[in-house]
Protein backbone atom coordinates (compact mmCIF):
# COMPACT_ATOMS: atom_id res chain seq x y z
CA UNK A 1 0.00 0.00 0.00
CA UNK A 2 2.14 3.06 -0.98
CA UNK A 3 1.40 6.99 1.20
CA UNK A 4 -1.74 7.55 2.20
CA UNK A 5 -1.82 4.12 3.67
CA UNK A 6 -5.10 3.70 4.06
CA UNK A 7 -7.87 3.62 1.45
CA UNK A 8 -7.35 7.06 -0.16
CA UNK A 9 -11.12 8.27 1.29
CA UNK A 10 -9.99 7.79 4.87
CA UNK A 11 -8.79 10.55 7.46
CA UNK A 12 -6.35 9.07 9.99
CA UNK A 13 -3.72 11.85 11.77
CA UNK A 14 -2.12 12.25 14.85
CA UNK A 15 -1.50 8.25 14.48
CA UNK A 16 -0.57 5.74 17.02
CA UNK A 17 1.02 3.00 15.97
CA UNK A 18 0.66 -0.49 18.12
CA UNK A 19 1.58 -3.96 17.66
CA UNK A 20 -0.59 -6.89 19.54
CA UNK A 21 -0.02 -9.75 18.67
CA UNK A 22 0.62 -10.27 15.05
CA UNK A 23 -1.42 -7.24 14.10
CA UNK A 24 -0.45 -3.61 14.19
CA UNK A 25 -3.51 -1.53 15.26
CA UNK A 26 -3.47 2.39 14.34
CA UNK A 27 -5.08 4.20 16.33
CA UNK A 28 -6.23 8.12 15.46
CA UNK A 29 -8.12 10.73 15.20
CA UNK A 30 -10.80 11.21 12.76
CA UNK A 31 -10.79 14.08 10.46
CA UNK A 32 -13.81 15.01 8.03
CA UNK A 33 -13.05 16.39 4.11
CA UNK A 34 -13.94 20.23 3.92
CA UNK A 35 -13.94 20.71 7.47
CA UNK A 36 -13.29 23.79 9.27
CA UNK A 37 -12.31 22.42 12.72
CA UNK A 38 -9.60 19.41 13.69
CA UNK A 39 -11.35 15.97 14.51
CA UNK A 40 -14.05 14.50 14.68
CA UNK A 41 -16.49 13.03 17.22
CA UNK A 42 -15.82 9.81 16.50
CA UNK A 43 -12.53 7.48 16.58
CA UNK A 44 -11.71 4.69 14.27
CA UNK A 45 -9.46 1.77 14.44
CA UNK A 46 -7.75 0.09 11.27
CA UNK A 47 -5.05 -2.94 11.61
CA UNK A 48 -3.13 -5.17 9.13
CA UNK A 49 -1.57 -7.96 9.70
CA UNK A 50 1.98 -7.69 10.22
CA UNK A 51 2.29 -10.30 7.73
CA UNK A 52 0.38 -8.48 5.08
CA UNK A 53 0.87 -4.76 5.49
CA UNK A 54 -0.86 -4.07 2.13
CA UNK A 55 -4.68 -5.25 3.72
CA UNK A 56 -6.07 -2.88 6.45
CA UNK A 57 -8.75 -3.69 7.90
CA UNK A 58 -11.87 -1.03 9.46
CA UNK A 59 -12.83 -2.16 12.61
CA UNK A 60 -15.35 0.75 13.13
CA UNK A 61 -16.10 3.36 15.61
CA UNK A 62 -14.35 2.61 19.09
CA UNK A 63 -15.05 5.44 20.63
CA UNK A 64 -17.64 8.17 20.27
CA UNK A 65 -18.52 11.45 21.78
CA UNK A 66 -21.84 11.95 19.88
CA UNK A 67 -24.39 9.53 19.78
CA UNK A 68 -24.74 8.46 15.88
CA UNK A 69 -24.38 5.20 13.84
CA UNK A 70 -24.86 2.14 15.71
CA UNK A 71 -23.90 3.41 18.94
CA UNK A 72 -24.16 5.99 21.84
CA UNK A 73 -21.61 8.41 23.23
CA UNK A 74 -19.48 6.69 25.30
CA UNK A 75 -18.80 9.72 27.48
CA UNK A 76 -21.58 11.21 29.90
CA UNK A 77 -20.50 14.30 30.57
CA UNK A 78 -19.65 16.23 26.84
CA UNK A 79 -20.16 16.15 23.39
CA UNK A 80 -17.00 17.64 21.97
CA UNK A 81 -14.28 16.38 19.77
CA UNK A 82 -12.22 14.02 20.81
CA UNK A 83 -8.42 13.91 19.64
CA UNK A 84 -5.59 12.02 19.19
CA UNK A 85 -5.96 8.63 20.83
CA UNK A 86 -3.07 6.11 22.41
CA UNK A 87 -3.72 2.57 23.74
CA UNK A 88 -1.88 0.55 25.71
CA UNK A 89 -2.31 -2.78 27.05
CA UNK A 90 -2.25 -4.23 30.85
CA UNK A 91 -2.98 -7.38 32.23
CA UNK A 92 -4.77 -8.40 29.16
CA UNK A 93 -6.64 -5.14 28.85
CA UNK A 94 -6.76 -2.85 26.45
CA UNK A 95 -7.09 1.28 27.61
CA UNK A 96 -7.18 3.98 25.34
CA UNK A 97 -6.72 7.37 26.10
CA UNK A 98 -8.20 10.88 24.67
CA UNK A 99 -8.49 14.58 24.54
CA UNK A 100 -11.65 15.83 24.69
CA UNK A 101 -12.02 19.26 23.80
CA UNK A 102 -12.85 21.28 27.29
CA UNK A 103 -12.94 18.32 29.07
CA UNK A 104 -10.13 16.85 32.29
CA UNK A 105 -9.10 13.69 29.71
CA UNK A 106 -11.00 10.72 29.10
CA UNK A 107 -10.00 6.98 29.70
CA UNK A 108 -11.79 3.94 27.99
CA UNK A 109 -11.41 -0.12 28.65
CA UNK A 110 -11.65 -2.99 26.21
CA UNK A 111 -11.12 -6.68 26.15
CA UNK A 112 -10.25 -6.43 22.31
CA UNK A 113 -6.84 -3.98 21.08
CA UNK A 114 -9.79 -2.91 18.31
CA UNK A 115 -12.11 -1.94 20.86
CA UNK A 116 -14.95 -0.45 21.10
CA UNK A 117 -13.77 1.23 24.51
CA UNK A 118 -16.11 1.27 27.15
CA UNK A 119 -15.13 4.76 29.04
CA UNK A 120 -14.16 3.99 32.16
CA UNK A 121 -14.11 8.41 32.90
CA UNK A 122 -11.70 10.80 33.37
CA UNK A 123 -8.67 10.62 35.26
CA UNK A 124 -8.60 10.74 38.82
CA UNK A 125 -6.70 12.58 41.13
CA UNK A 126 -7.47 15.40 44.25
CA UNK A 127 -6.86 18.82 44.50
CA UNK A 128 -3.65 18.19 46.29
CA UNK A 129 -2.08 16.30 43.69
CA UNK A 130 -0.58 18.27 41.22
CA UNK A 131 -0.76 17.77 37.62
CA UNK A 132 -0.31 20.05 34.44
CA UNK A 133 -1.79 21.24 31.23
CA UNK A 134 -4.79 22.72 33.58
CA UNK A 135 -5.48 19.17 33.86
CA UNK A 136 -6.56 18.53 30.15
CA UNK A 137 -4.63 15.67 28.98
CA UNK A 138 -3.81 17.26 25.88
CA UNK A 139 -2.66 14.35 23.39
CA UNK A 140 -2.00 11.88 26.11
CA UNK A 141 1.09 9.03 25.17
CA UNK A 142 0.98 6.06 27.70
CA UNK A 143 4.08 4.03 28.49
CA UNK A 144 3.98 0.98 30.51
CA UNK A 145 7.22 0.16 31.67
CA UNK A 146 9.07 -3.35 31.99
CA UNK A 147 8.60 -3.24 35.81
CA UNK A 148 4.71 -2.45 35.59
CA UNK A 149 4.53 0.90 36.19
CA UNK A 150 2.69 3.23 34.24
CA UNK A 151 3.47 7.18 32.80
CA UNK A 152 1.03 9.59 30.88
CA UNK A 153 3.19 12.18 28.90
CA UNK A 154 0.98 14.71 27.93
CA UNK A 155 0.93 18.73 27.12
CA UNK A 156 0.26 22.12 24.74
CA UNK A 157 3.13 23.95 24.45
CA UNK A 158 4.33 22.52 27.77
CA UNK A 159 6.03 18.99 27.76
CA UNK A 160 4.52 17.38 31.36
CA UNK A 161 4.36 14.13 32.85
CA UNK A 162 2.48 12.01 35.81
CA UNK A 163 2.62 8.41 36.88
CA UNK A 164 -0.92 6.47 36.57
CA UNK A 165 -1.60 3.67 39.24
CA UNK A 166 -1.38 0.62 37.56
CA UNK A 167 -4.23 -0.55 39.17
CA UNK A 168 -7.09 1.16 37.22
CA UNK A 169 -4.98 3.20 34.88
CA UNK A 170 -6.49 6.63 35.56
CA UNK A 171 -5.78 7.74 38.95
CA UNK A 172 -2.72 10.20 39.44
CA UNK A 173 -0.10 8.72 41.61
CA UNK A 174 0.55 12.04 44.60
CA UNK A 175 3.89 13.71 43.41
CA UNK A 176 4.82 12.26 39.91
CA UNK A 177 4.18 15.57 38.41
CA UNK A 178 7.37 16.62 36.22
CA UNK A 179 7.56 19.28 33.86
CA UNK A 180 9.77 20.06 31.80
CA UNK A 181 10.17 16.46 30.26
CA UNK A 182 10.92 17.77 26.86
CA UNK A 183 12.51 21.60 27.19
CA UNK A 184 9.30 23.56 26.84
CA UNK A 185 11.19 27.31 27.43
CA UNK A 186 12.00 29.92 25.43
CA UNK A 187 15.56 29.42 26.00
CA UNK A 188 15.34 26.01 23.83
CA UNK A 189 15.86 26.37 19.55
CA UNK A 190 12.29 26.12 18.21
CA UNK A 191 13.44 23.22 16.21
CA UNK A 192 13.78 21.11 19.53
CA UNK A 193 11.26 23.19 21.69
CA UNK A 194 7.77 20.80 22.54
CA UNK A 195 5.29 21.71 21.57
CA UNK A 196 2.51 18.91 21.41
CA UNK A 197 2.57 14.98 20.57
CA UNK A 198 3.84 13.56 23.28
CA UNK A 199 4.39 9.65 22.04
CA UNK A 200 6.51 7.80 24.15
CA UNK A 201 8.42 4.45 23.60
CA UNK A 202 11.05 2.16 25.44
CA UNK A 203 13.66 0.70 22.43
CA UNK A 204 16.70 -1.37 23.64
CA UNK A 205 16.29 -0.16 27.20
CA UNK A 206 16.54 3.88 26.06
CA UNK A 207 13.73 6.09 26.78
CA UNK A 208 12.48 7.76 23.49
CA UNK A 209 9.47 10.55 23.02
CA UNK A 210 8.98 11.51 19.71
CA UNK A 211 6.96 14.93 19.83
CA UNK A 212 6.04 17.64 17.31
CA UNK A 213 7.91 20.67 18.10
CA UNK A 214 8.02 24.38 17.59
CA UNK A 215 8.82 24.42 14.19
CA UNK A 216 5.17 22.05 13.70
CA UNK A 217 5.77 20.32 10.56
CA UNK A 218 8.32 17.81 12.19
CA UNK A 219 8.19 14.91 14.13
CA UNK A 220 11.90 15.66 16.93
CA UNK A 221 13.09 12.76 19.26
CA UNK A 222 14.64 12.64 22.22
CA UNK A 223 16.14 9.80 24.69
CA UNK A 224 16.97 9.43 28.22
CA UNK A 225 17.46 6.57 30.42
CA UNK A 226 14.52 6.67 32.44
CA UNK A 227 11.09 7.35 31.91
CA UNK A 228 11.00 10.85 33.44
CA UNK A 229 14.25 12.15 32.03
CA UNK A 230 16.36 13.90 31.85
CA UNK A 231 16.02 13.55 27.88
CA UNK A 232 18.02 14.82 25.57
CA UNK A 233 17.26 16.20 21.81
CA UNK A 234 18.80 13.81 19.52
CA UNK A 235 17.54 15.54 15.58
CA UNK A 236 14.26 15.39 13.69
CA UNK A 237 13.15 11.98 12.10
CA UNK A 238 10.45 13.69 9.08
CA UNK A 239 9.42 16.81 7.90
CA UNK A 240 5.84 16.81 6.40
CA UNK A 241 6.00 20.49 5.06
CA UNK A 242 9.24 19.25 3.07
CA UNK A 243 8.76 20.45 -0.58
CA UNK A 244 4.79 19.70 -0.10
CA UNK A 245 1.78 21.75 1.66
CA UNK A 246 2.72 20.99 5.73
CA UNK A 247 1.10 21.59 8.84
CA UNK A 248 1.01 19.95 12.20
CA UNK A 249 2.01 16.59 12.37
CA UNK A 250 1.64 13.71 14.75
CA UNK A 251 2.82 10.34 15.07
CA UNK A 252 5.18 7.51 16.59
CA UNK A 253 7.42 4.21 15.85
CA UNK A 254 6.75 0.98 15.42
CA UNK A 255 8.79 -2.09 14.58
CA UNK A 256 7.36 -4.67 12.79
CA UNK A 257 8.55 -7.74 11.91
CA UNK A 258 12.06 -6.26 12.44
CA UNK A 259 11.87 -3.55 10.33
CA UNK A 260 11.11 -0.09 12.32
CA UNK A 261 8.27 2.71 10.37
CA UNK A 262 7.87 5.75 11.17
CA UNK A 263 3.90 6.90 11.10
CA UNK A 264 3.03 10.27 10.32
CA UNK A 265 0.17 12.50 8.60
CA UNK A 266 -0.04 14.86 5.78
CA UNK A 267 -2.54 17.40 4.78
CA UNK A 268 -5.38 17.55 1.88
CA UNK A 269 -8.05 19.88 0.38
CA UNK A 270 -5.37 23.07 0.65
CA UNK A 271 -5.85 22.63 4.56
CA UNK A 272 -4.55 21.80 7.76
CA UNK A 273 -7.74 20.24 8.43
CA UNK A 274 -7.88 17.44 6.31
CA UNK A 275 -5.01 14.74 7.45
CA UNK A 276 -4.44 11.31 6.07
CA UNK A 277 -2.10 8.53 7.41
CA UNK A 278 1.22 7.72 5.98
CA UNK A 279 4.21 5.59 6.73
CA UNK A 280 8.08 5.67 5.89
CA UNK A 281 11.01 3.19 6.62
CA UNK A 282 13.37 4.39 9.40
CA UNK A 283 16.77 3.18 11.10
CA UNK A 284 17.60 3.24 14.70
CA UNK A 285 21.37 2.62 14.63
CA UNK A 286 23.70 1.12 17.30
CA UNK A 287 24.08 4.87 18.67
CA UNK A 288 20.21 5.24 19.05
CA UNK A 289 20.20 7.44 16.72
CA UNK A 290 17.33 7.93 13.68
CA UNK A 291 18.52 9.29 10.99
CA UNK A 292 16.12 11.96 9.32
CA UNK A 293 14.08 10.00 6.19
CA UNK A 294 12.36 12.25 3.31
CA UNK A 295 8.60 11.97 2.53
CA UNK A 296 8.40 8.87 -0.57
CA UNK A 297 4.76 7.81 -2.19
CA UNK A 298 6.17 4.42 -0.93
CA UNK A 299 4.54 3.79 2.24
CA UNK A 300 4.87 -0.07 2.97
CA UNK A 301 6.06 -0.82 -0.53
CA UNK A 302 9.45 -1.54 -1.79
CA UNK A 303 9.00 0.01 -5.09
CA UNK A 304 5.86 1.70 -7.32
CA UNK A 305 4.97 -0.40 -10.12
CA UNK A 306 5.42 2.42 -13.31
CA UNK A 307 3.07 -0.09 -15.41
CA UNK A 308 -0.09 0.52 -13.43
CA UNK A 309 -1.92 3.37 -12.93
CA UNK A 310 -0.54 5.51 -10.41
CA UNK A 311 -3.00 7.92 -8.36
CA UNK A 312 -2.21 11.79 -8.98
CA UNK A 313 -2.83 12.17 -4.94
CA UNK A 314 0.16 9.43 -3.90
CA UNK A 315 2.51 12.91 -5.00
CA UNK A 316 5.02 13.45 -1.87
CA UNK A 317 6.44 16.66 -3.80
CA UNK A 318 3.96 19.39 -4.79
CA UNK A 319 5.25 22.48 -5.04
CA UNK A 320 4.39 25.90 -5.82
CA UNK A 321 0.52 26.16 -5.06
CA UNK A 322 -0.55 22.69 -6.76
CA UNK A 323 -2.20 19.94 -3.70
CA UNK A 324 -4.41 17.66 -3.66
CA UNK A 325 -8.38 17.92 -3.27
CA UNK A 326 -11.12 15.67 -2.63
CA UNK A 327 -13.98 15.84 -5.20
CA UNK A 328 -15.72 12.61 -4.24
CA UNK A 329 -15.03 9.55 -2.77
CA UNK A 330 -13.56 8.41 -5.83
CA UNK A 331 -11.56 11.25 -6.95
CA UNK A 332 -8.94 13.23 -5.82
CA UNK A 333 -6.62 15.08 -8.55
CA UNK A 334 -4.15 17.42 -7.83
CA UNK A 335 -5.72 20.90 -8.47
CA UNK A 336 -4.46 24.88 -8.60
CA UNK A 337 -1.76 23.24 -11.07
CA UNK A 338 0.17 26.47 -12.43
CA UNK A 339 3.27 27.66 -14.71
CA UNK A 340 6.19 26.55 -12.14
CA UNK A 341 4.71 23.96 -10.18
CA UNK A 342 6.05 21.10 -9.49
CA UNK A 343 4.80 17.27 -8.89
CA UNK A 344 7.00 14.35 -7.66
CA UNK A 345 6.79 10.69 -7.06
CA UNK A 346 9.26 8.53 -5.19
CA UNK A 347 10.28 5.32 -6.38
CA UNK A 348 9.33 3.69 -9.63
CA UNK A 349 10.82 0.53 -10.74
CA UNK A 350 11.08 0.72 -14.34
CA UNK A 351 12.88 -2.81 -14.17
CA UNK A 352 15.93 -3.84 -16.31
CA UNK A 353 14.14 -6.26 -19.30
CA UNK A 354 12.86 -3.63 -22.07
CA UNK A 355 15.21 -2.98 -24.69
CA UNK A 356 13.17 0.05 -26.43
CA UNK A 357 14.06 2.85 -27.20
CA UNK A 358 11.28 4.74 -25.87
CA UNK A 359 8.07 4.18 -23.47
CA UNK A 360 4.54 6.10 -23.46
CA UNK A 361 2.78 7.86 -20.51
CA UNK A 362 -0.28 8.88 -20.62
CA UNK A 363 -1.82 11.40 -18.10
CA UNK A 364 -6.12 11.46 -17.32
CA UNK A 365 -5.86 15.25 -17.73
CA UNK A 366 -9.46 17.40 -16.23
CA UNK A 367 -8.88 20.57 -19.00
CA UNK A 368 -8.78 24.05 -17.75
CA UNK A 369 -8.73 25.63 -21.07
CA UNK A 370 -5.68 26.53 -21.21
CA UNK A 371 -3.06 24.62 -23.32
CA UNK A 372 0.70 23.88 -21.67
CA UNK A 373 2.97 21.23 -21.71
CA UNK A 374 4.08 18.65 -19.03
CA UNK A 375 7.63 18.16 -18.51
CA UNK A 376 9.30 14.53 -17.25
CA UNK A 377 12.06 14.46 -15.53
CA UNK A 378 13.68 11.75 -13.33
CA UNK A 379 15.74 11.81 -10.38
CA UNK A 380 14.91 15.31 -8.80
CA UNK A 381 12.98 18.15 -10.04
CA UNK A 382 15.98 19.64 -11.81
CA UNK A 383 17.14 15.78 -13.21
CA UNK A 384 17.14 15.09 -16.35
CA UNK A 385 14.34 15.25 -18.81
CA UNK A 386 13.40 12.30 -20.41
CA UNK A 387 10.26 13.61 -22.52
CA UNK A 388 7.30 16.51 -22.62
CA UNK A 389 3.65 16.14 -23.22
CA UNK A 390 1.61 18.45 -24.97
CA UNK A 391 -1.78 18.98 -23.22
CA UNK A 392 -4.66 20.70 -24.78
CA UNK A 393 -8.17 22.83 -23.56
CA UNK A 394 -10.48 19.61 -22.54
CA UNK A 395 -10.99 16.85 -20.41
CA UNK A 396 -9.02 13.75 -21.73
CA UNK A 397 -6.00 11.41 -21.72
CA UNK A 398 -3.00 13.56 -23.46
CA UNK A 399 -0.08 10.63 -24.37
CA UNK A 400 3.92 11.34 -24.81
CA UNK A 401 6.77 9.41 -25.70
CA UNK A 402 9.83 9.86 -23.46
CA UNK A 403 13.05 7.86 -23.24
CA UNK A 404 13.35 4.72 -22.12
CA UNK A 405 14.49 3.61 -18.89
CA UNK A 406 15.27 0.82 -16.17
CA UNK A 407 15.88 0.45 -12.86
CA UNK A 408 14.51 2.82 -9.75
CA UNK A 409 14.15 6.65 -10.04
CA UNK A 410 12.27 9.45 -8.94
CA UNK A 411 9.74 11.08 -11.16
CA UNK A 412 8.66 14.68 -11.29
CA UNK A 413 6.02 16.38 -13.65
CA UNK A 414 6.81 20.14 -14.38
CA UNK A 415 3.91 22.06 -15.91
CA UNK A 416 4.29 25.24 -18.00
CA UNK A 417 2.29 27.66 -19.92
CA UNK A 418 4.75 28.12 -22.96
CA UNK A 419 3.17 31.49 -23.76
CA UNK A 420 5.53 34.59 -25.38
CA UNK A 421 7.04 36.99 -23.53
CA UNK A 422 3.89 39.80 -23.91
CA UNK A 423 1.37 37.48 -22.94
CA UNK A 424 3.19 35.81 -19.85
CA UNK A 425 1.39 38.58 -17.60
CA UNK A 426 -2.18 36.98 -18.55
CA UNK A 427 -1.26 33.36 -17.89
CA UNK A 428 1.01 33.69 -14.62
CA UNK A 429 -1.35 32.36 -11.79
CA UNK A 430 -3.81 30.93 -14.33
CA UNK A 431 -5.02 26.93 -13.84
CA UNK A 432 -3.79 24.48 -16.67
CA UNK A 433 -5.01 21.46 -15.88
CA UNK A 434 -5.59 19.23 -12.77
CA UNK A 435 -4.46 15.58 -12.98
CA UNK A 436 -6.22 12.57 -12.02
CA UNK A 437 -3.21 9.82 -12.65
CA UNK A 438 -1.12 8.46 -15.27
CA UNK A 439 0.92 5.54 -16.56
CA UNK A 440 3.91 4.04 -18.09
CA UNK A 441 3.41 1.47 -21.30
CA UNK A 442 6.15 -0.13 -22.78
Not at 27 to 38: K, M, V, W
Not at 40 to 47: A, I, L, R, T, Y
Not at 90 to 97: E, N, Q
Not at 396 to 418: A, D, Q
Request: charged share 25%; proline share 6%; hydrophobic share 30%.
Amino acid sequence: MPNPILPLWEYIPDAEPRVFGDRVYLYGSHDRPACEAFCDFKMKVWSASVNDLNNWQCHGDSFRTKDGGERPADPDWTRRECYAPDVVEKDGKYYLYSYIVGSKGAVGVSDKPEGPFRCLGQYLYDEDTKVGDDGIFNDAGVLVDDDGRVYVFYGFTESNMNELDPADMRTVIKGSYKRPVIDDTENAPREQRFYEASSPRKINGKYYMIYSPCTGSRLAYATADRPEGPYTYRGYIIDNGADYPGGNDHGSVACINGQWYIFYHRMTNNTIMSRRACVERIEILPDGSIPTVEMTSLGFEDSLDPYKLTPAEIACVLKGGCFVTERDIFTRPIVNITDGAVMGYKYFDFGEDYTGDSLTLAFKIRGSGTKCRIRVIIDGEDGEEIGACEVGTADGVYKCKVKNITGSHSVFFRPEHGVTDWTKEYFDGKPLFELEEFVFMK
